[in-house]
């Protein structure tokens, strides 16, 4: 099995997106505390990977020290992020609307989200929370709680 996790499949392909509260920028704080910042963990089965769109540069780390069955999520809430899994909808044949380039656009570029009207990280965050309780609370899965 090939671990190039930015090429997985969405069968194989975990992820989960990372609020953050942190800003340096004075205007970020405009937004809502705990939601100035969004970045994305990916994980294939066997490594994690981690993108952060800031506005200067994005980085794109695949964490070769961190075993593949070590609990990431959880390790980034106890750090005080938000963290909450996402599904990977890499199905449609249409390109992504035209937006600004911003943290919560680059971020819902990797997941293949179309959706125009999430423009902040509060709206993706209530966006992911309205998936996962149609995608993930079925029989037999898992209800995600943040």
């Known amino acids: 099995m090939s ?3 930015m090429n997985q499949t969405t069968e194989n392909l975990r992820a989960w997106v990372v609020f953050s509260g942190h800003a340096d920028l004075s205007w970020l704080k405009l937004l809502k505390p705990g939601f ?3 970045s994305v ?3 294939d089965g066997h ?3 981690s993108v952060d769109p800031m506005l200067q540069h994005t980085d794109i780390a695949v964490h070769h020290n961190v075993s593949s069955d070590f609990d990431m999520p959880a390790w980034l809430r106890g750090r ?3 963290v909450i899994e996402a599904p990977v909808q890499r199905i449609k044949c ?3 609307p035209f937006m600004m380039f911003t943290c919560v656009e680059a971020v819902k570029r990797i997941l293949g989200y179309h959706a125009m ?3 902040t990280p509060w709206q ?3 966006h992911l929370r309205k998936i996962n309780t149609s995608s993930f609370n079925r029989k037999g899965d898992y209800a995600w709680e943040v």
Do not use: E, F, Q
């Open 117 to 119: 009207r999430v423009v």
């Open 41 to 43: 963990l990916l994980h």
């Open 47 to 49: 490594k994690w990977c």
């Open 124 to 126: 993706l965050y209530k």
């Open 3 to 5: 671990s190039d996790i």
């Open 36 to 38: 100035r910042h969004c």
């Open 80 to 82: 005080g992020h938000k």
């Open 94 to 96: 249409k390109p992504a």
